[in-house]
Nanobody
């Protein structure tokens, strides 16, 4: 059973920067692919950014050029560097995993890495103008 824990949320001024991190705790011989979502008050949760096992990244149009996702495979940790923050970036930020890859042959043959599905508890980012 994988669990995710985010950290790094804070209050910042518009134009500032903030870094979030999310660590997956599960099987150490599984790599958990993770993505970031956010939910602003009275709005639906939306995709922000994702990264796969090969390091390929994707971003929502609203954050392209300002946010950068990265990962430390060995630590099963994903990061979100947020620059040029805007008040509309204010939200609870969540990380999510819905896929894992085996790091070893044994893990792959056992099938234990999947299904992998979890959300973190969220970390609050507040951007003031």
């Amino acid at each position: 059973q994988v669990q995710l824990a985010e950290s790094g949320g804070a209050s910042v001024q518009a134009g500032g920067s903030l870094g979030l991190s999310c660590t997956a705790s599960g099987y150490t011989d599984c790599h958990y692919e993770m993505s970031w979502y956010r939910q602003a008050p009275e709005k639906e949760r939306e995709f922000v950014s994702g990264i796969d096992g090969e390091g390929r990244t994707s971003y929502a149009d609203s954050v392209k050029g300002r946010f950068t996702i990265s990962q430390d495979n060995a630590k099963n940790t994903v990061y979100l560097q947020m620059n040029s923050l805007k008040p509309e970036d204010t939200a609870m930020y969540y990380c999510k995993t819905d896929r894992a890859r085996a790091r070893t042959l044994e893990a792959g043959l056992s099938g234990k890495c999947n299904p992998a599905y979890a959300w973190g508890q969220g970390t609050l980012v507040t951007v003031s103008s």
